[in-house]
């Protein structure tokens, strides 16, 4: 005639935080958007939005960013829609990390593809945020994240998005020190 129970747990962590910062270097896809939408939107921490035209002709567009904080390891991302047109909006997404300098341009590098998603979910409303959670175990220095196609490519003259976050943490150091005592195993 009732229910019971006497602990429920939630098990789980923390997800990793975002290593961007508004003022990390970025390298745009090209410079097809209007001024007052630039590729530094993309990681500003705000609502405002990145759009870039070369999506219309099916052209990959995005952004390289190299996180001020050094090598990190990103483990995740963020990607949040953008106030008007979801035909504009991600459909599929790419996510590469480097630790070459010598890139000159967005197309140029030698990349590792991180992760990609071949099918982002429609995004219902605007300024919705979606969570990405995917395995990476090497650190970079660089992240390339490209849209590889909008939502509704006939539809759309341009990709926009809101917001990306990668997520993540510094890349692990060596906590040992030269002075550190060693303790040494015998084998019989």
């Known amino acids: 005639n009732s229910m019971q129970i006497a602990e429920v747990e939630l098990l789980g962590s923390v ?11 970025l390298i745009a896809s090209s410079s097809n958007n209007p001024g007052s939408e630039g590729v530094a939107n993309a990681i500003d921490n705000a609502d405002t939005k990145y759009l870039n035209f070369d999506a219309a002709d099916g052209t990959d567009v995005g ?49 590792t593809l ?16 979606q ?4 395995e990476n175990y090497i650190p970079y220095k660089h992240y390339r994240w490209t849209v ?13 998005i809101a ?6 943490t510094g890349a ?5 020190q030269p002075s550190d005592p060693l303790i040494a195993s015998s084998s019989n």
């Open 15 to 25: 997800v990793p935080a975002d290593v961007t910062q508004p003022s990390d270097p």
């Open 63 to 111: 952004f390289i960013v190299s996180p001020q904080v050094g090598a990190t390891l990103v483990t995740g991302l963020t990607m949040k829609s953008a106030n008007d047109a979801p035909e504009r909006d991600p459909k599929q997404v790419r996510l590469e990390g480097s630790n070459d300098d010598s890139f000159a341009g967005f197309d140029s590098g030698n990349w």
């Open 114 to 129: 991180i992760y990609e998603n071949l099918e982002v979910p429609t995004f219902v409303n605007r300024f919705e945020n």
């Open 131 to 134: 969570t990405f959670l995917f």
């Open 148 to 160: 590889l196609e909008v939502a509704d490519v006939a539809a759309a003259n341009s990709m926009q």
């Open 163 to 168: 917001e990306v976050e990668l997520l993540g």
């Open 172 to 176: 692990p150091v060596d906590v040992t």
